[in-house]
């Protein structure tokens, strides 16, 4: 998103249930399951085990570490970028979160980003997003989340 299609961080009460953009798409491998299980210390074979995966896993081969492809949501919004007039924006946490379809290895996955709240705080506003996880030709998503942050004011 261009500077100037971001919206101001005081337009965004005005912008609830707006889309706030779609990401571009990225591709997940199993490299970066190998990392992750790495990172986690969770060996898990129906993540990192290909052969296991395609003959004993419900799958037909491995598929992603749904935490890895939730942990793709912060680098994912940075695609949208943050409203004008802030600086930074804090991980506040998750209201809700489900894994509604595993992401095949290989797979490609996009955020779409729709605004649900806004909140004064302390440090500028407080934010939920209601945060959808595609996958590449699938009429189902990988994840559903509700998002919250806080948009740190530009001094």
């Avoid at 500077?3 to 591709?27: C, F, K, Y």
Wanted: negative net charge; charged residues 25%; glycine residues 10%.
């Amino acid at each position: 998103m261009t500077e100037n299609a971001r919206p101001h961080m005081d337009q965004l009460p005005d912008l609830i249930g707006m889309e706030l953009g779609v990401s571009r798409w990225i591709t997940l491998g199993q490299e970066d399951n190998d990392l992750f299980a790495r990172a986690t210390r969770d060996p898990d074979p129906l993540h990192i085990d290909p052969d296991w995966a395609r003959r004993e896993g419900p799958f037909g081969g491995t598929i992603v570490f749904g935490f890895l492809t939730l942990g793709m949501l912060t680098h994912l919004a940075n695609d949208i970028g943050l409203p004008r007039g802030s600086k930074y924006q804090l991980n506040y946490g998750l209201n809700r979160m489900r894994f509604v379809s595993p992401v095949h290895v290989g797979s490609r996955i996009r955020l779409r980003m729709v605004l649900a709240e806004v909140k004064e705080h302390a440090l500028g506003m407080l934010i939920t997003n209601n945060c959808t996880i595609e996958i590449e030709g699938s009429d189902q998503p990988a994840i559903v989340a509700e998002w919250l942050g806080v948009l740190v004011r530009e001094d």
